[in-house]
């Protein structure tokens, strides 16, 4: 993982005669509407129903089921924007944006109506904060953070542990819910490996860069 200043826009690399449909909505909109971007908000609305479902406690796979769908379309938007020649700083700011949002609504949500232990919470919370805080000092500072191997594997890890305790814990009694339950843990104490070795990294970087 390295610290990178902003990239260019993939449609400022083409001739503007030869852009496609979609690199010149991109210019003309500077990044905001791209196929990448709509995917993006298109997983975070299933994703935010998914919650409000859970929420009113309604139907707790289904509201499982709908934030996992949000979570898979959301990981297509970066396959998205290659396939469109439309990535840019802007699309990376609002599949970030968009990412950190949900997951911080589905992790307070979650805990309120009791499908996310407290240990769990707080262990997510305080990272969740001591992220924020690293970003915002490579922004304040005029570098930029690209996330390493090991932070997006911990951020996988971290929707993969929330959606196993929400499943486990919203199925009732059962040694299915036991099974669950532990997937659940385990994948909490390898989230903890990944998270803890990315936010190191992460704090080394800006320490040598500045």
Same mark, same amino acid.
């Given at each position: 993982?390295k610290l /990178?200043?902003?990239n260019g826009?993939?449609?400022?690399?083409v001739?503007?005669?030869?852009? *496609?449909?979609w690199?010149?909505y991109?210019a003309r909109t500077?990044?905001?509407?791209?196929?990448?971007?709509?995917?993006?908000?298109?997983?975070?609305?299933?994703?935010l129903?998914?919650?409000y479902?859970?929420a009113?406690?309604?139907?707790?796979?289904?509201?499982?089921?709908?934030?996992?769908?949000?979570?898979? &379309?959301?990981?297509?938007?970066g396959v998205?924007?290659?396939?469109?020649?439309t990535?840019?700083?802007?699309?990376?700011?609002?599949d970030?944006?968009?990412?950190?949002?949900?997951?911080? &609504?589905?992790?307070m949500t979650?805990w309120i109506i009791?499908l996310?232990p407290?240990?769990v919470?707080g262990?997510?919370?305080? /990272?969740?904060?001591?992220?924020?805080l690293l970003? +915002?000092?490579?922004?304040?500072?005029?570098?930029?953070? /690209?996330?390493?191997?090991? +932070?997006k594997?911990?951020?996988a890890?971290?929707w993969?542990?929330?959606?196993?305790? &929400?499943?486990?814990?919203g199925?009732?009694? +059962?040694l *299915?819910?036991h &099974?669950i339950?532990g997937?659940a843990?385990?994948?909490?104490?390898?989230?903890?490996?990944f998270a803890? /070795?990315?936010?190191q990294?992460? *704090? *080394?970087?800006?320490r040598k860069?500045s």
């Open positions: 993982m /990178h200043r902003a826009n993939d449609w400022d690399e001739a503007i005669a030869d852009r *496609t449909v690199q010149r991109a500077q990044g905001y509407i791209t196929p990448a971007n709509a995917v993006t908000i298109f997983g975070s609305f299933i994703a129903t998914g919650l479902v859970l009113l406690d309604v139907n707790t796979m289904l509201g499982v089921s709908l934030l996992l769908v949000g979570r898979l &379309a959301d990981l297509f938007d998205v924007a290659d396939y469109t020649g990535k840019s700083p802007i699309g990376e700011a609002v970030a944006t968009a990412d950190k949002v949900v997951l911080a &609504a589905s992790v979650l009791q996310l407290t240990a919470f262990f997510l919370a305080l /990272h969740a904060v001591y992220n924020v970003f +915002g000092w490579a922004l304040f500072t005029a570098q930029r953070l /690209h996330p390493s191997r090991n +932070g594997l911990a951020a890890l971290e993969v542990v929330v959606l196993l305790f &929400a499943s486990a814990l199925i009732g009694a +059962g *299915t819910r &099974a339950l997937l843990w385990i994948g909490f104490v390898a989230f903890v490996i803890v /070795h990315s936010s990294a992460y *704090t *080394t970087d800006l860069t």
